[in-house]
């Protein structure tokens, strides 16, 4: 499967936009990228994912790189609410709905 | 749409004893996964449910059991509780298959004392 790897923590400042990266060097070309968060105690939630496209929804886009080796999820305003662990996800096409989390990057956004 | 949800959101059980949590998945949904939450070990993947037939499974002892009904409802079964079971349990649906965001429920808090 492939790993997955991000930086334990980053600041923001509020209503500056938030730029996450995360590697994944060994990705397969049917492995697709998924972003979750979690909020203090809350279940995980989905905010975005791709496959080799960018990818934009309302709540953040998701810009891969060419070789698909890396990727970086932006959050074009950040708010004191988006505060949160945020976790790059590979997911191996052959284990239906399992996501291996890693450690996620805690994001403080500060006023 | 209304959201998972999860039943009890907080227990507190005695060493050995066992325990069943529920989850209710969004309408329409097949696939349920379960996933156990601890500050040491992070999120780990329990197991996955489709269609009333397990998927895939984590790396968890066989006291971690679950099934899944064909109203798509999934519970999971701790038996022989152990301190090191108390954990956020997390329950997550999704239509299936790969592709498709899994949306997470709140979570059951268990403590074992």
Known sequence: DAKTTQPPSMDCAEGRAANLPCNHSTISGNEYVYWYRQIHSQGPQYIIHGLKNNETNEMASLIITEDRKSSTLILPHATLRDTAVYYCIVRPDNAGNMLTFGGGTRLMVKP | ?113
């Open chain 2, 1 to 113: 749409k209304a959201g998972v949800t999860q039943t009890p959101r907080y227990l507190i059980k005695t060493r050995g004893q066992q325990v069943t949590l529920s989850c209710s998945p969004i309408s329409g949904h097949r696939s349920v996964s379960w996933y156990q939450q601890t500050p040491g070990q992070g999120l780990q993947f329990l197991f996955e449910y489709f269609s009333e037939t397990q998927r895939n499974k984590g790396n968890f002892p066989g006291r971690f059991s679950g099934r899944q009904f064909s109203n798509s409802r999934s519970e999971m079964n701790v038996s022989t509780l152990e301190l090191g079971d108390s954990a956020l349990y997390l329950c997550a649906s999704s239509l299936g298959g790969q592709g498709y965001e899994q949306y997470f429920g709140p979570g059951t808090r268990l403590t074992v004392t």
